[in-house]
């Protein structure tokens, strides 16, 4: 079984609807400039052009609470449990590292056993920290843009540089005679509630179309690890609620035994190799709607990705690193300085738990 299904299983089988890759990522470095929200409508704004593209990320976790086993997921994109203290508006990524409760095939990921002093202050009860598990996305905006120059400087008084789009026939950057690119490199950052919207999205609609235009219908589950037909849905028909259930539901096969969710077997009306589209296969056009905890993720709309935007953006899909730029692992010290916390591990303070409240406010 893939890891990356290993372990998504807090309300959402994502990875398992992107697996295909139509194409090939870059090796990538990483700019904290570049991170993305989708527009609000709120704000008068319209849903923008945005294609996801996978990166190669090597998770480390450890198994069970005690944490002796480690192992590492091979992920498409990257995750990570962060913090944010809102009484000083200062964020920083969890040090206490990221565990899976148990080794199971609905194994959850949480955070782990490590010294983190946002983690013990959460436990201790101290308000205003919160933690949360995040999904980060390589992405390329789609639209016009202008590199220019910025109103902050770097530590030798030059501007830093910005990315904004272009105004179109008026834009004053044309005119000044800024270059133009097509497409931008942004990361996204979701938590579980807009995952969970993608996830949707991606079971219910994408996968229902084919590579090749046509139409694909589920024709029967079988067991990913020996291959073995589970359920023959023309001799033992489902409704579309049966058929959600066996999606999303870990059972053991009757011939090895292996417990697992069931792979689909798709059949496609216009080819032979029904190729079922994922994340990576389309342009989304999306917005957010609604306001702190209650905003939503909005798809207005989808296409597959055409030969010709593929070329137009191609140069751009570098993926991140994220374990050495956004995420890159700190001394508990560190990350105390960061929040502007107090380190409980300075007087030699030791843990063998850590708790709290999870926090999935405002994607």
Known sequence: MSEHKRFLNTGQ???KTMRSTSHRSRKGGGVFGDRWNPPKTSDGAEPQGVVLFPGEYKIPVSIGKRGKEQRELDL???VAFEHYYATKRRGAPCSAGISLISDGPDSELTWGNGQCPACYHIDDGVGGISRRLVHVFNAVLLGHF?????DRVDASNKPYKDWTECEGKRCKYCSSGSDRVYGRRVYWQLGTRFVNTLTTHAQTV??????CGGEITPI?????ACGDVIRDLDAHPA???EIATIRRTSAACPHCGVVDVPEEVPECDSCKKA???TLWDVQLHVARQGEGTDTTLMISEWKPISDKLLA???SRMKPYNFAETLFKPQTPAQQAKRLGIPDPYTDATTRSDVGGVDWDGDE
Request: charged share 30%.
């Open 220 to 224: 029967g589950f079988q067991c990913e």
């Open 206 to 211: 994408l996968s229902k179309r084919c590579k």
């Open 312 to 314: 137009r953006i191609e």
């Open 76 to 78: 498409p994109y990257y």
């Open 146 to 150: 202008h590199l220019i120059d910025s």
């Open 239 to 241: 409704s579309r609620e």
């Open 275 to 277: 190729q079922p589209l």
């Open 13 to 15: 089988k994502l990875l």
